[in-house]
């Protein structure tokens, strides 16, 4: 069973910029394909970005296309988000998610994803 571990979430000004990470262990890190979701206080659970198994795809959500971006190492079953110039609804949980047997429509779909890891508080200041 796979364990993911979120970190690098954090305070910072509107314009600024964070990096997330999420560590998994307990599975074959690059069979899977990852996907980071997002949800503010009473909103909905939000896709942000994915990226499939030995990183050859990616997908953005339109509301961070040109600021964040996706990534991975599956030397260190690391995967990353990237986020720059954050604004202020951007302030969310942040969450990795992992499945298997992701096809490219089901990137963005939250149910297609087995594992979650606890997720990591970004809050963006105006």
């Known amino acids: 069973q796979l364990q993911l571990v979120e970190s690098g979430g954090g305070l910072v000004q509107a314009g600024g910029s964070l990096r997330l990470s999420c560590v998994a262990s307990g599975g074959a890190f690059r069979s899977y394909s990852l996907g980071w979701f997002r949800q503010a206080p009473g909103e909905e659970r939000e896709f942000v970005a994915a990226i499939k198994r030995y990183g050859g795809e990616t997908r953005i959500a339109d509301s961070v296309r040109g600021r964040f971006t996706i990534s991975r190492d599956n030397s260190k079953s690391t995967v990353f988000l990237q986020m720059n110039s954050l604004k202020p609804d951007d302030t969310a949980i942040y969450y990795c998610?992992?499945?298997?047997?992701?096809?490219?429509?089901?990137?963005?779909?939250?149910?297609?994803?087995?594992?979650w890891g606890q997720g990591t508080q970004v809050t963006v200041s105006s």
């Open positions: 998610a992992a499945g298997m047997g992701l096809i490219s429509s089901t990137l963005h779909v939250g149910t297609a994803y087995t594992y």
